[in-house]
């Protein structure tokens, strides 16, 4: 097979467009936008067309899909900040409208409420998945009263972008303000401190989208669609205040 690859930047007439220009020339879809839906889908693909949906929100049981675990994913790490103590957890959110962002928000305050934390509108800051934004956040969260005493960013990239904010305002991680992150990038591990992230298998999820999708070319007729969550993992590194180290690639549940 030949794979082609579009780049819709998230609109959704380039959406359209894209598929489209693909009816008739190709033998299955892999989709993965946070704006795509079941209408789009249907008015510009043949009927029974097999396309795999990847952490893409659309009602019904229509398409193949393959979701991360965000809320989950989420709430074990808040979970975790909690166990070290931690009641004013401050989280980083991601880019506005996005699932994956959406989702590990709710996780996050599902953890605060479990946990009993001291949860506040003033906690959840601003992001937009980039260093940048990560960097910018620290500055909001240091000005905060009392101040947090941990930070979830909502994925590593803020992470990282955090750390250094914190390194700037002489502040010690963990000792004086725990850390953590999101999809467990390979520089994560590399850090220093090393990072406390969610391991998401990124590489799992594409492999796993293309299986499915050369397995409903081949299956036709009985086909059955899935709509399937992959978990997530807990890397347990320094920069939340664990005790110990863990190696590179080593994960706890």
């Keep these: ?28 879809l892999v989709v993965m936008s946070p ?23 659309v009602e019904g049981d229509s398409f193949d899909s393959l979701n991360i675990d965000n809320i989950r994913g989420a709430r074990d790490l808040v979970a975790h900040l909690m166990s070290h103590g931690h009641r004013r957890i401050a989280i980083i959110k991601g880019t506005e409208h996005n699932i994956d962002a959406e989702e590990r928000l709710s ?5 605060m409420r479990q946990g009993n934390g001291e949860w506040s509108e003033e906690l959840e800051i601003e ?23 941990a930070i979830f960013a909502s994925n590593d990239s803020m992470a990282i972008g955090a750390l250094s904010a914190l390194r700037e ?3 010690q991680v963990p000792r004086e303000m725990a850390l ?4 467990d990038v390979p520089v ?25 999708v050369l397995f409903a070319l081949e299956h036709q007729e009985g086909y059955l669609k899935q709509q399937q969550v992959l978990p997530t993992t807990l ?10 180290i863990r190696k590179a690639g080593e994960k706890q549940s």
């Design 169 to 171: 305002a002489d502040l």
């Design 188 to 212: 994560a591990a590399y850090l220093a401190p090393s990072l406390t992230s969610v391991h998401v298998g990124i590489h799992n999820l594409g492999a796993r989208a293309i299986e499915r």
């Design 1 to 28: 097979y030949h794979l082609l690859v579009s780049s819709s930047h998230n609109n959704r007439e380039e959406i359209a467009a894209a598929l489209k220009m693909m009816r008739g020339r190709v033998d299955g």
């Design 107 to 111: 996780g996050y305050r599902e953890a």
């Design 127 to 149: 992001g937009e998945f980039t260093e940048a934004s990560g960097y910018d956040a620290v500055k909001k969260i240091m000005r905060l009263s009392p101040r947090p005493t």
């Design 35 to 57: 704006h795509i839906d079941a209408n789009t889908l249907n008015a510009n693909l043949p009927q029974n067309h097999p396309v795999v949906l990847l952490n893409c929100r």
């Design 235 to 244: 890397c347990i590194r320094e920069s939340c205040g664990c005790q110990f």
């Design 180 to 183: 953590a992150g999101f999809d």
